[in-house]
């Protein structure tokens, strides 16, 4: 079992910075990618960004391109989000999840996900 420690969540005011760390509860790097979706209200999940540390390999979303960086530390077990110039649309609740390395063409889609850890609340004011 992985267990997804997501934190870093708060209220910034648009243009503004945050950054997100998922820590893992052991090394997991080897089997799973790890990004992360987010879920605004009355909206469905977005798959926002993932990163593969057996190649380096990261996806994004179109929406935060530009924006947006994941970064991840092996020997923290710990995944970063780095998020600037943050819009009000950014705002939502974002999710560290993983995904085997055999499912990354589908990354997109939340349905293939192994792990979901419980989330942190991020805001963006105008």
């Known amino acids: 079992d992985v267990q997804l420690q997501a934190s870093g969540g708060g209220l910034v005011q648009a243009g503004g910075s945050l950054r997100l760390p998922c820590a893992a509860s052991?090394?997991?790097?080897?089997?799973?990618?790890v990004g992360w979706f987010r879920q605004a209200p009355g909206k469905e999940r977005e798959g926002v960004s993932l990163i593969n540390t057996s190649d380096g390999s990261t996806y994004y979303a179109d929406s935060v391109k530009g924006r947006f960086t994941v970064s991840s530390n092996s020997a923290e077990n710990t995944v970063y989000l780095q998020m600037n110039n943050l819009k009000p649309d950014d705002t939502a609740g974002y999710y560290c999840?993983?995904?085997?390395?055999?499912?990354?063409?589908?990354?997109?889609?939340?349905?293939?996900?192994?792990?979901w850890g419980q989330g942190t609340q991020v805001t963006v004011s105008s």
């Open positions: 999840v993983t995904l085997s390395h055999q499912l990354l063409s589908l990354w997109k889609f939340p349905r293939w996900y192994d792990y």
């Open positions: 052991r090394n997991i790097f080897d089997v799973y990618a």
